[in-house]
């Protein structure tokens, strides 16, 4: 079975520091894999997903992602953190053909001033 | 993109009693799911929820403890029933188009359990 590991369970950065969040899978086939977003209170928002193609994938506010095989990661990255980005994020992997996702335990990104 | 409206957004329930929570989307989806988050924890896919049928479980849960409705493309409801302190978590309705491998998240329904 497909599972999503993601080895940090807090981060704290200090605000305009580069982020990069881990994110390592285990899928027998090639994955489809997503960054999602939970603030406070809210539901979960889609930050980028990787179908197939161009490894390096551009998502919303600024968000990239670079998938590699052959670390069978699946890693978030984003240049200059703002306040605003303090949230949980979870990565998932889904269950080709089902859109069945497997989230990881998620990471809490805390933003210093 | 959806739009996806869950009610109730958070209730507190008395342990023994059931409750159902409702999803409604602003559009034909083909894929509903139901996923509860339980405090401090990831996201766990309760079931599928199919249209005119009975939902798909997965390891864990049963129908029983979580029935489920579907009567069309855009509404679904998901009961938690005879309810513990164990079963307060946030309630997750989910809903994708088949073959975009995209699903898109409502904003949860906490249930707290006394």
Known sequence: AQSVTQPDIHITVSEGASLELRCNYSYGATPYLFWYVQSPGQGLQLLLKYFSGDTLVQGIKGFEAEFKRSQSSFNLRKPSVHWSDAAEYFCAVEDTGFQKLVFGTGTRLLVSP | ?114
């Open chain 2, 1 to 114: 993109s959806a739009v996806i409206s869950q009610k109730p957004s958070r209730d507190i329930c008395q342990r023994g009693t059931s409750l159902t929570i409702q999803c409604q989307v602003d559009s034909q989806v083909t894929m509903m799911f139901w996923y509860r988050q339980q405090p401090g924890q990831s996201l766990t896919l309760i079931a599928t929820a199919n249209q005119g049928s009975e939902a798909t479980y997965e390891s864990g849960f049963v129908i029983d403890k979580f029935p489920i409705s579907r009567p069309n493309l855009t509404f679904s409801t998901l009961t938690v029933s005879n309810m513990s302190p164990e079963d307060s978590s946030i309630y997750l309705c989910s809903v994708g188009y088949r073959g975009t491998g995209e699903l898109f998240f409502g904003e949860g329904s906490r249930l707290t359990v006394l």
